[in-house]
Nanobody, 123 residues
């Protein structure tokens, strides 16, 4: 069983930056990785980034490529999402999830989810 706890959300001004953390307890299965998603009320959950737990291969959603960066500290069992040049449209609830590495960003394929952390970008 994998448990995920996000932290680091808050209110930030347009153009600012924020780093989210995802603390992981339990064992990440072979062939799994960690992903970040976000969701606005009434909209589908949006894929942001994924990183393999073994190795450092990353993938990104088109809307955040070049602005958001996923990384991990395996010895701390933590995954991060560094967000830069934040825009009002980045306001959302942000979720960390664990799932197989070949999902191409499909939320339904991630069996483990955190509770979310709210990010609000104010102008």
């Amino acid at each position: 069983q994998v448990q995920l706890v996000e932290s680091g959300g808050g209110v930030v001004q347009v153009g600012g930056l924020l780093r989210l953390s995802c603390a992981i307890s339990g064992r990440i299965l072979s062939g799994y990785g960690l992903g970040w998603f976000r969701q606005i009320p009434g909209k589908d959950r949006e894929f942001l980034a994924h990183i393999r737990w073994s190795g450092d291969t990353t993938t990104y959603g088109d809307s955040v490529k070049g602005r958001f960066f996923i990384s991990k500290e395996a010895f701390q069992n933590t995954v991060f999402l560094q967000m830069t040049n934040l825009k009002p449209e980045d306001t959302a609830e942000y979720y960390c999830a664990a799932g197989p590495n070949d999902l191409s960003g499909r939320p339904s394929g991630y069996p483990y989810w955190g509770q979310g952390t709210q990010v609000t970008v104010s102008s």
